[in-house]
């Protein structure tokens, strides 16, 4: 692995959709190169896997089962397993195709559905298969005949989409998405940290950046993300750090910086006290 590869959809261009949908093997015929082998995407991805099988998801195996829908955060890296079966529809998007349709959206389904918290995917049942593949045929003919006002109806029919898994998420996790604020905050001090990443901050600020307190906080982020504040921030930080140096070309010393560290050797120690392995040794089992 010399270099992951970074991928947009439409950057720049506002005259796109930022939105599409492949069926996986068409996908994978067309970009198989890049599509199984470690990459990372600036746009999300939700994937409806029709068989069972497994893929890659920031450097673990992740097993899934026929007619699960799995969803893969931007900036995630991903690949897809070359001896699994990989057949059903991968729809990505942009933050531009959400905001353009509906700016509070982009929000609330980053903090139920692409928040990195727990099981990240739902199983379909037989009515849910059904469901779901009568919406994503129908949005696969709008795209096509491109007709007045069709950008309006992709949206809303996969807004469709996401609030389906959204529910179903919510019942498999036994949570009233709507009711639990105590659930939203824990997403959302989740997704600070990720764009905060390159920062070292204190408990008390990140508790007043999201109006609460650190004594609240330290118990939301047990219940839900299955750590102290502290524990988050540093996993958070170290998984963002193995991001970087899959990228053989990028050194340690720019990684350490990219981090908020201005000493690399501190980085360093901070590296191999939390996965059990130097940067350059970790970078060296990926070769």
């Not at 990240?120 to 003919?141: A, D, F, M, T």
């Not at 991001?243 to 980085?267: C, H, V």
Request: proline fraction near 3%; glycine fraction near 4%.
């Amino acid at each position: 692995m010399t270099k992951i590869k970074r991928y947009d959809l439409h950057k720049n261009d506002p005259s796109k959709l930022h939105f599409e949908v492949n069926h996986a093997k068409n996908y994978l015929d067309k970009n198989w190169e890049h599509a199984t082998v470690p990459h990372r995407h600036s746009f999300y991805q939700l994937i409806w896997f029709k068989e069972k099988g497994r893929h890659y998801v920031d450097f673990e195996v992740v097993e899934h089962d026929a007619n699960s829908v799995f969803f893969v955060n931007k900036n995630q890296i991903h690949y897809f397993c070359p001896d699994s079966p990989n057949t059903g529809l991968l729809f990505h998007f942009n933050e531009e195709f959400i905001n353009l349709h509906g700016p509070k959206q982009l929000q609330r389904f980053s903090t139920t559905i692409f928040n990195e918290i727990g099981n990240r995917s739902v199983n379909l049942s037989p009515s849910e298969v059904q469901k779901l593949g009568l919406i994503s045929s129908y949005i696969e003919s709008e795209i096509i005949a491109r007709e007045d006002n069709y950008k309006e109806q992709v949206f809303h029919h996969f807004q469709t989409i996401l609030y389906q898994v959204e529910r179903l998420r919510a019942k498999e996790d036994k949570l009233d998405l709507d009711a639990n604020a105590d659930y939203k905050l824990a997403a959302q001090f989740k997704r600070l940290i990720q764009e905060q990443v390159g920062t070292f901050n204190s408990i008390e600020s990140y508790a007043d950046n999201l109006g609460t307190n650190p004594k609240t906080l330290t118990r939301i982020s047990k219940k839900f993300l299955l750590g102290t504040p502290g524990q988050i921030i540093k996993e958070t930080k170290l998984l963002e750090a193995k991001r970087i140096l899959s990228n053989q070309k990028t050194s340690i010393k720019e990684t350490a910086y990219t981090l908020g560290f201005e000493d690399p050797t501190y980085f360093t120690k901070y590296f191999k006290q939390g996965t059990g392995i130097t940067p350059k040794e970790f970078q060296k089992r990926l070769r």
